[in-house]
């Protein structure tokens, strides 16, 4: 295997960054994982429960590592570059703006809240009791769509 350096980094070599970023042998570990539950050795939710773990603490390192890695980007000069195989790309994450202290949108909010909320009674009303709801006006209160959403899994260490 040849050895290159990889520029601006002049102490490390590919190889050593090799292993860390294609998983060797961290993918075989996970892929062995995968078989041993493909193999009927640990059931499903065992093998799942150990993938959410090993998620969560690759995430964790992930963090710990973030501004460093952020740090290292910069010295290449470039927002979009290739490392190690892969394009890498440093971009801005999106601002927020917070309208809380504005009277309109407050109030808008709290008359969209009570909208969805008469909405979702109408809709609930018609599913228990087959009758559509009426306002006050007698006006006709269009019931919203209820889509439920698929099981899921909660692991809590």
């Not at 002049?10 to 570990?29: D, K, S």
């Not at 090993?54 to 992930?62: N, S, V």
């Not at 504005?102 to 009791?129: G, H």
Request: hydrophobic share 45%; glycine share 8%.
């Amino acid at each position: 295997m040849t050895i290159r350096k990889l520029a601006p980094m002049e102490n490390q070599t590919y190889t050593e960054l090799e292993e860390l970023a294609h998983g060797v042998p961290a993918m075989n570990e996970l892929t062995r994982l995968y078989q041993t539950w493909e193999g009927g050795n640990i059931d499903a939710l065992a093998a799942y429960i150990a993938f959410d773990r090993i998620a969560k603490a690759a995430e964790d390192f992930k963090n710990l590592l973030k501004d460093n890695a952020l740090a290292e980007a910069d010295k290449w000069g470039e927002k979009t570059f290739k490392y190690m195989g892969v394009e890498v790309q440093k971009k801005a994450a999106a601002g927020r703006w917070d309208y809380k202290g504005v009277k309109q949108w407050a109030e808008a909010k709290a008359n969209l809240s009570a909208i969805e909320e008469r909405a979702k009674a109408a809709a609930e009303m018609y599913l228990k009791f087959g009758t559509q709801a009426v306002s006050e006006d007698g006006e006709l209160i269009e019931g919203a769509r209820y889509t439920a959403g698929k099981d899921t899994l909660a692991i809590k260490a």
